[in-house]
């Protein structure tokens, strides 16, 4: 079993649409939580960030992390085309983990 | 602003050549790190390093080697490229601290060995 598992879609909405991008993990040691987006061709870069387990906005961004489940999660408000990318979740205990990644493409 | 760069964009290479990776940072970075990405199994781990000279083992370092000569250079070494190595390289780098430092990753190396 993968310390993180992540669907790895593609997952494809309409502009506006509410995505919800999930993660679970089974190692109950890890502390941090990240999200990462990574553009087609380009390397991956950090989105958002957490430790705690509840909520945490960012704009159009809310990262989830549910410690007793083992579950994280992402949404992204009013989608835009410019969010199509591949969104990966991140663990940090001494190094991080990563899901495989879930594709996203919001169509105009 | 954080810039690591990657030597080659692409790269196709021959079963058993020895290839090299490169990769720099301009921001001082004491944390240097390989991955290669492969879909469906995400990013993972070859090799790393805290500073200059020295390396630690990653989750996959098996047919990988690597040099840090100097701070802001980290070099990724397949010693006899194999076909199951055609992937995606990623480098990053990092500030010294507790781990929780953002990692800032080049653009990537899609090598092909045929």
């Known amino acids: 079993q993968k310390e993180v598992e992540q669907d790895p879609g593609p997952l494809s909405v309409p502009e506006g649409a509410i995505v919800s991008l999930n993660c679970t993990y089974s190692n109950s040691a890890f502390q941090y939580f990240m999200w990462y987006r990574q553009y087609s061709r380009k390397g991956p870069e950090l989105l958002m960030y957490t430790y705690s387990s509840g909520n945490k906005e960012d704009g159009r961004f809310t990262a989830q992390v549910d410690k007793s489940s083992k579950y994280i999660s992402l949404f992204i408000r009013d989608s835009q085309p410019s969010d199509s990318a591949t969104y990966l979740c991140a663990m940090l205990r001494g190094k991080l983990t990563f899901g495989q990644g879930t594709i996203l493409t919001v169509h105009p | 602003d954080v810039k690591v760069t990657q030597s080659s964009r692409y790269l196709v290479k021959r079963t058993g050549e020895k290839v090299f990776l490169e990769c720099v940072q301009d921001?001082?970075?004491?944390?240097m790190f390989w991955y290669r990405q492969d879909p469906g199994l995400g990013l993972r781990l070859i090799y790393f390093s805290y500073d200059v000279k020295m390396k630690e083992k990653g989750d996959i370092p098996e047919g990988y080697s690597v040099s840090r000569e100097k701070k802001e250079r980290f070099s990724l070494i397949l010693e006899s490229a194999s076909t199951n190595q055609t992937s995606m390289y990623l480098c990053?780098?990092?500030?010294?601290?507790?781990?929780?430092?953002?990692?800032?990753f080049g653009p990537g190396t899609r090598l092909l060995v045929l």
């Open positions: 921001m001082d970075h004491e944390n």
């Open positions: 990053a780098s990092s500030l010294r601290g507790r781990g929780t430092e953002t990692q800032y």
